[in-house]
């Protein structure tokens, strides 16, 4: 998450071209190698102001905001779909979604 965290700060990431990192950085920002990497850092110091905007916006689907209103569709299809034995599970993902908050 620091990844993410720094990015929607408008900070460009250089990442390993391996992991989970590669579901959000750019293919640009990633290398696999140290020359690669020199490469891409001379590079990224040379964008301009509106790619690290556009960096700091691509990952607002991970802000707190998007998280709650996701959790908060999950919960109301389940209610909808059968009101009479959801009601159980719907309690314990509610306590999940609160215990949730104590880690972010």
Not at 36 to 53: C, F, K, T, W
Request: proline content about 2%; overall charge positive; cysteine-free.
């Amino acid at each position: 998450m620091s990844i993410v965290e720094a990015m929607s700060a408008g900070l460009i990431p250089v990442v390993t071209d391996e992991g989970g990192q590669t579901e959000f950085v750019q293919k640009k920002y990633q290398y696999h190698s140290i020359e690669q990497a020199v490469d891409i850092i001379s590079s990224a110091l040379n964008e301009p102001y509106s790619e690290r905007v556009s960096i700091s916006n691509s990952v607002q689907r991970f802000s707190s905001l998007v998280y709650k209103n996701n959790f908060k569709k999950i919960v109301n299809q389940l209610l909808q779909k059968n009101k009479r034995k959801t009601i159980f599970k719907v309690y314990w993902i509610w306590i999940i979604f609160v215990l949730s908050w104590f880690v972010i």
